[in-house]
């Protein structure tokens, strides 16, 4: 009698990045995705390489490996090393902080050159959380650029768990949507 081989845990393993400026709040926005967590210490110091959350997307179970730069983040310091075989971007800025948001058109052009050609991306706008008076960066402005860059767009708040696992899960349907589409 053959011994069964044993049944695979997940369809399919799905390598996501965290890219933006350093304290938009991509180690929180992991933190809370795969751990259900918040904590309002600089996550950078411990630093975290990936996290693994497994999903299930339209019927299929996916293994989420996402990935955080972990205090690497200035310009150039990030290597191509780290964009291979990435298959989707959560592209972050904080809607309290303009540099972060004028910064998402650098980080593109970085993706542009070190992603694969077919990577998926979307746009985050995290902290929606913060006191009107401290939001510089309105809704219609992440918008417009998330329209000029052809990404979806999401307004986040790792702290108040607002949007977190729903913009993982649009990243990571688009993401199968593909893959079915290349199978066909
Ligand atoms: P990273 O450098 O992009 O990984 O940023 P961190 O995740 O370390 O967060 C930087 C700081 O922003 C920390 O003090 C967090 O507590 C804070 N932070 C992160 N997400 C949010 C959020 O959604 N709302 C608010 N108000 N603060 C946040
Ligand atoms: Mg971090």
Avoid at 82 to 105: C, P, R, W
Avoid at 119 to 134: F, G, H, M
Wanted: net charge neutral; charged share 25%.
């Amino acid at each position: 009698m053959s011994t069964p081989t044993p049944r695979k845990k997940y369809d399919h393993l799905v390598k996501l990045l965290l890219i933006g400026d350093s304290g938009v709040g991509k180690s929180c926005l992991l933190l809370r995705f795969a751990d259900s967590t918040f904590t309002s210490a600089y996550i950078t110091t411990i630093g975290i390489d990936f996290k693994i959350k497994n999903v299930e997307v339209g019927g299929k179970r996916v293994k989420l490996q996402v990935w955080d730069t972990a205090g690497q983040e200035r310009f150039r310091t990030i290597t191509k090393a780290y964009y291979k075989g990435a298959q989707g971007i959560l592209m972050v800025f904080d809607v309290s902080n303009e540099d972060s948001f004028v910064n998402v058109t650098n980080w593109m052009e970085q993706i542009k050159d070190n992603a694969s050609l077919g990577v998926k991306i979307i746009l985050l706008a995290n902290k929606v959380d913060v006191v009107a008076e401290e939001r510089v960066v309105s809704k219609s402005m992440g918008e417009q650029l998330a329209a000029k860059f052809g990404v979806k767009y999401f307004e986040t708040s790792a702290k108040d768990d607002h949007n977190v696992g729903e913009s993982f899960l649009a990243l990571t349907t688009d993401i199968l949507d593909e893959i079915v589409d290349d199978k066909q």
